[in-house]
């Protein structure tokens, strides 16, 4: 079974730039996630998609992050602008449910000098 | 006060040696329990579920207090690939969403 797959693996911008990350869940994991896990932390949720609607963005800064995943597949999430503080990994991970067990992608790794 | 604390380390032991480390969680309504794995620039991997009961898998064993809110990971026997930040994980009861520790890092050398 392939992973969670995430492209791209690094990005390198410069603040005020937007830059936008891809994510291809497991096959068949009805639930999406991305998380930012910033040097010396543990990951943080950003956004969680139940198929194609969002089950929580709570911890999303609104003003300049935004995702989507219309077909209840795949999944981008956007920064625009980037700020320095945006320099992290993003990490994707699906599970087949929305309690279930879920799977990390390789991340992102995004450098904003 | 943050939702789940670890100790970052690092521990640093040599192979054979015992290690354990614990980690504390805020909520004390929390239902579900983690260690996850996570390799120098690599991705998170569930290592094994806390029980209350407490739980082996292999060398590791996995203890959960609830009363005093900490959960502890002990490892046996350690291994030259046992190196690596352990995350400590902790599911809310109501929106299952996953609070992450900041890790403990795990240094074995030969």
């Known amino acids: 079974e392939a992973g969670v797959a995430q492209s791209p693996r690094y990005k390198i911008i410069e603040k005020r730039q937007s830059v936008a990350f891809w994510c291809n869940p497991i096959?068949?994991?009805?639930?999406l996630y991305w998380y930012q896990q910033i040097l010396g932390q543990g990951p943080k949720l950003l956004i969680q998609?139940?198929?194609?609607?969002?089950?929580?963005d709570s911890q999303l800064p609104k003003d300049r992050f935004s995702a989507e995943r219309l077909k209840g597949v795949d999944s981008t999430l956007k920064i625009q602008p980037a700020k320095l503080e945006d320099s992290a990994v993003y990490l994707c991970?699906?599970?087949?449910?929305?309690?279930?067990?879920?799977?990390f992608g390789p991340g992102t790794r995004l450098t904003v000098l | 006060r943050k939702e789940v604390e670890q100790d970052p380390g690092p521990f640093n032991v040599p192979e054979g040696a015992t290690v354990a480390f614990n980690c504390t969680y805020s909520?004390?309504?929390?239902?579900?329990f983690f260690w996850y794995r996570q390799d120098c620039r690599k991705e998170p991997k569930l290592l094994m579920s806390?029980?209350?009961s407490g739980n082996e898998d292999g060398r590791f064993t996995a203890q959960l207090n609830r009363a005093s809110q900490y959960i502890s990971l002990l490892i046996r026997d350690s291994k030259l690939s046992d190196s690596a930040t352990y995350l400590c994980?902790?599911?809310?009861?109501?929106?299952?969403?996953?609070?992450f520790g900041a890790g403990t890092t795990v240094t074995v050398r030969a």
């Open positions: 096959s068949g994991h009805a639930t």
């Open positions: 998609f139940q198929n194609n609607g969002v089950v929580d």
């Open positions: 991970a699906s599970s087949r449910e929305t309690n279930g067990e879920q799977f």
């Open positions: 909520n004390s309504a929390s239902q579900s």
């Open positions: 806390v029980y209350s």
């Open positions: 994980v902790v599911k809310g009861s109501n929106d299952y969403k996953l609070s």
